[in-house]
């Protein structure tokens, strides 16, 4: 059963008058308990595909969501159709630096689905109770390393601000998550519990994984298939443990077997 599919999405980022990102005319469907991963060289397209589909890039085409027409460009609609996103930008986009890890976790749960609030007098309060409960849960369960729950997350090193940005999605209770370029800049030790969380988190809870990432390696240690893009277009989706020789030619743009039938014809 297919959880997502993307059926001729194009995403176009554009940042001080140049484009960033480009996604052109991608199909793609993601199966339902799956580790999916897509890489790619920098600047490629890769990272545009979950952010064209959250809402976050401004995207065409059509996805659909447990096949359920689920609208582009619309990041609350997203998040309340069941998706949600760990983004690579974690300083810009992913956290409240200048906010308690507390706050930060709870937010999106908050703002998109009145989570951790109280009733009174017909006003949605917030509950303090629950929401220390949730981050003292999650700071325990993720290993982030703080002095308590009220620090704020600005002050934390970059593999925990990458945890509180996995705490923040979690809170949400998504079917599908997305996880962008989930251990750029930080340390061996906090990768390997960040991708092992990832990986629990879809062994044990049944959640589908996409996890876009520029460390092939990476990918293929914990992938059940994996995509590659180049110049903007989903060139193939190849098994972890296709060889090093069929990756790179998918990252300079080649299909694997295109290769093969051109070596046959110059044969």
Do not use: W
Request: hydrophobic letters at 40%; charged letters at 25%.
């Amino acid at each position: 059963m297919s959880v997502i599919e993307l059926n001729d999405v194009s995403v176009t980022f554009h940042e001080g008058g140049r484009t960033v990102e480009a996604v052109k005319h991608v199909n793609i469907s993601v199966e339902k308990g799956e580790i999916f991963g897509i890489g790619g060289l920098a600047g490629q397209g890769k990272v545009g595909i979950p952010n064209g589909v959250m809402g976050i890039y401004p995207g065409t085409g059509e996805v659909e969501l447990f096949g359920k027409p689920s609208p582009l460009n619309n990041a609350r609609q997203a998040l309340k159709n069941g998706m949600a996103i760990v983004s690579e930008d974690r300083r810009g986009v992913g956290l409240l630096l200048d906010e308690s890890i507390e706050n930060n976790v709870v937010f999106n749960a908050m703002q998109i689905n009145g989570d951790f609030t109280k009733k009174f007098l017909g006003m949605h309060l917030r509950d303090g109770k629950a929401i220390r409960a949730y981050a003292d849960e999650v700071i325990k369960e993720l290993d982030i390393r703080c002095f308590s729950a009220q620090q704020h997350t600005g002050t934390l090193s970059g593999g925990n601000q990458q945890k509180v940005c996995i705490a923040r999605a979690l809170a949400m209770n998504p079917r599908l998550l997305f996880v962008s370029e989930p251990t750029r800049g930080i340390d061996i030790g906090a990768k390997k519990l960040v991708l092992e969380t990832l990986v629990r988190l879809n062994r044990e809870l049944g959640m589908t994984v996409v996890i876009i990432s520029s460390e092939l390696q990476e990918l293929k240690s914990v992938s059940d298939r994996i995509a590659i893009v180049s110049e903007g277009k989903l060139v193939d989706i190849l098994s972890p443990q296709a060889s090093d020789a069929d990756y790179g030619l998918a990252m300079s743009g080649i299909r694997p077997s295109e290769h093969l039938e051109k070596e046959g014809t110059n044969a």
